[in-house]
């Protein structure tokens, strides 16, 4: 039988496309009927390493990504709601979750694959309900998923009477070794296990392959898998490389020990290839499964050894942003109302401070476009935001409390002060997305202009950090100061929106550019003036 190459490449390459298309649909379907709480789900459920496992499988699951849990799960740990055992707990369960793909897989309803399509194409297309769409997302995902294993088996089917390939699946059975390699290295090529995975059962439902071959081919697809956390690490925080680093000894130590059991493990699925009549799509997703409930069952006992040698190879500050407060303990409300306003002046305290870092990240991200700066300044707006809700609940509960009438008016001051900080949280947010507009639409901003935002974010971070000062020492001469700033930030803008009018009007700047440069200088400016209500809070009342 001649060998049709250009049908088996087009219909491989093309079935695997419509697969991983068929993967991003189901998980982003998934995720908005779950209510996109994902992030929720991981920070409530991950007091410890146990309930991070089932965490792991839930949200992998939802997102059919185990990927996309360890991205998740990294941004945990970096903004300080998860430790680096509680990760480690996730991303294990995260392995796990992942192969209820290939579960799927092995439902074999591949036949209805294109009314499957069909259906939930109608779904997005004839209703406007966004929980009708996300469901018809989801099933158009699903059928998608089963069209393009389809094509794939349909393209690999040819292969099995090629003497190159029999000889190589030969060969990987007797060198076990060279099957982890080959899995590995198209895992990193093709940036998904279950992906990989879906070959392989097609592979193996082809007769292309046996199961002695297959299976460390398995093993080779969950080393691959760990390429997307260590391309997520570079350049990243200590936090992540250390969770992408103890994704990789996760999957290698499951990987060589299951190797050396190799003969035993073969045996353990052919038994329950026979014991449950298993179809061949089906013995890989059992093998898949078994492997990675197994090898979480051999390593969660050392949790502790793996984040232990985590720290160690990775040595540094393990949390850049703290989302939890620190000084909020509720047993002064009962005790002491004035003592606990105390405490809420402190954590707001070191709310302005991070409002103060946040800004000077997104002036950092304005001046490099790196992306770092962004992601640093967005993770201090989610705790800006994390700490608003804490410090006012906690203020909230105070004022059940019987209390004098000047701590009513601290109470009053401080509630207020929360409220701006936030504010300040909001607006460079704005900014990073004029910013990101900026570098997404090639916004090309003259050097006069940059200059003039630079002074104004200048200004604005001294005046916000001086704010800051005087709210903490109760300082008349400091909050007169920001005052006068704030005049000053005023002035500033008036000028330089004259002066941007006039490089306009002389062809020296874009339209594009100009919206983003007066809308940085009108954010800078409300931050000014959120800067001066906390300065008039402190002019106003002297006792805070």
Aim: net charge negative; with cysteine; glycine share 8%.
């Amino acid at each position: 039988m001649e060998l049709d190459l250009q049908s088996l490449l087009f219909d491989f390459i093309g079935g695997l496309g419509i697969f991983l298309l068929g993967i991003k649909y189901m998980g982003e379907g998934l995720q908005k009927s779950a209510g996109d709480r994902l992030r929720n789900i991981l920070d409530r459920f991950t007091s410890n390493p146990l309930l991070g496992v089932l965490a792991g499988i839930v949200v992998t699951i939802l997102i059919q990504s185990s990927s996309g849990t360890t991205v998740l799960t990294v941004g945990l740990v970096n903004a300080g709601f998860m430790s680096l055992r509680q990760a480690i707990g996730v991303i294990m369960g995260a392995n796990i979750g992942t192969t209820v793909t290939a579960f799927i897989i092995g439902i074999d309803i591949g036949e209805y694959a294109l009314p499957i399509m069909a259906a939930g194409a109608m779904l997005l297309f004839f209703f406007k309900h966004k929980k009708v769409n996300a469901l018809g997302q989801t099933i158009f995902g699903f059928g998608s998923l089963f069209f393009g294993l389809e094509l794939m088996s349909s393209g690999m089917s040819p292969l099995r009477s090629l003497e190159v390939f029999q000889e190589l699946t030969v060969r990987m059975s007797d060198q076990p070794i060279l099957g982890v390699l080959i899995g590995t290295v198209f895992t990193l090529i093709v940036q998904s296990s279950s992906a990989t995975i879906g070959i392989l059962q097609g592979l193996y439902s082809e007769g292309a392959i046996e199961l002695q071959a297959a299976i460390p081919v398995l093993f080779g697809d969950n080393l691959g898998t760990t390429i997307t956390a260590i391309l997520a690490a570079i350049g990243a925080s200590v936090a992540a490389k250390r969770a992408a680093l103890t994704h990789v000894v996760f999957n290698l130590v499951g990987s060589t020990v299951f190797l050396l059991l190799l003969g035993l493990f073969t045996q353990f699925v052919v038994l329950l290839q026979g014991q449950f009549n298993l179809n061949p799509e089906m013995t890989i997703a059992f093998a898949h499964g078994s492997f990675n409930i197994a090898n979480t069952i051999i390593q969660f006992p050392f949790i502790a050894g793996l984040a232990w040698l985590a720290t160690k190879l990775i040595p540094g500050q393990d949390v850049i942003i703290e989302y939890k407060p620190k000084h909020l303990d509720p047993i002064f409300i009962q005790q002491s109302p004035s003592v606990a306003l105390g405490q809420a002046k402190s954590e707001i305290v070191r709310m302005g401070e991070y409002a103060s870092k946040g800004m000077e990240e997104t002036q950092n991200y304005l001046g490099t476009h790196l992306q770092k700066h962004s992601e640093v300044a967005m993770q201090v707006e989610g705790a800006l935001n994390n700490l608003d809700r804490e410090i006012t609940n906690y203020l909230v509960e105070i004022s059940s409390r019987s209390m004098s009438e000047q701590e009513s008016g601290t109470h009053t001051n401080l509630m207020d002060t929360v409220r701006d900080i936030e504010r300040m949280g909001d607006h460079f947010e704005n900014i990073i997305e004029l910013i990101d507009y900026q570098i997404s639409n090639k916004v090309a901003i003259t050097e006069q202009a940059q200059e003039d935002l630079n002074n104004m974010f200048d200004l604005t971070i001294l005046t916000v950090k001086q704010a800051i000062k005087a709210f903490e020492s109760e300082d008349r001469e400091q909050a007169l100061a920001v005052v006068q700033k704030e005049d000053q930030i005023d002035r500033m803008e008036r000028t330089y929106r004259k002066k941007h009018i006039i490089r306009v009007n002389e062809g020296k700047c874009s339209a594009s550019a100009g919206i983003v440069f007066v809308d940085i200088l009108s954010n800078l400016e409300r931050i000014g003036d959120h800067a001066v209500n906390i300065a008039e809070e402190v002019l106003g009342e002297s006792s805070l």
